[in-house]
Nanobody, 122 residues
Framework: VQLQACGGGLVQAGGSLRLSCAAS????????MGWFRQAPGKEREFVAG????????YYADSVKGRFTISRDNAKNTVYLEMNSLKPEDTAVFYC????????????????WGQGTQVTVSS
């Protein structure tokens, strides 16, 4: 699976962005997908994940109620809708995929896309 993330940019605090991650491969719909982020000087952290079957979603506490992960299996794409953005959301965001949900939540996915920069100004 190859992943291509896009949609990052510069936004003011309180604003919104939608990230997209397009996947190649016929088996996309069988992979659990996740979004992660890494801020300068910090470790990469889990942001959101989505189960391939029921589309059950999981979120880090820091983004609950503000971010929404979704997927369109017909388009082989996963999205991250980010609202009420805060300066502390500034980071490089990565999408990832794995056959095991535990690996998505745990950040040990087999497949990673390149990052897309999100910068939130105060």
């Amino acid at each position: 699976v190859q992943l291509q993330a896009c949609g990052g940019g510069l936004v003011q605090a309180g604003g919104s962005l939608r990230l997209s991650c397009a996947a190649s491969g016929r088996t996309f719909r069988t992979y659990h997908m996740g979004w992660f982020r890494q801020a300068p000087g910090k470790e990469r952290e889990f942001v959101a994940g989505i189960y391939w079957g029921t589309a059950t979603t999981y979120y880090a506490d820091s983004v609950k109620g503000r971010f929404t992960i979704s997927r369109d299996n017909a388009k082989n794409t996963v999205y991250l809708e980010m609202n009420s953005l805060k300066p502390e959301d500034t980071a490089v965001f990565y999408c990832a995929a794995d056959s095991y949900l535990a690996n998505v939540v745990g950040g040990t996915c087999a497949y990673w896309g390149q990052g897309t920069q999100v910068t939130v100004s105060s």
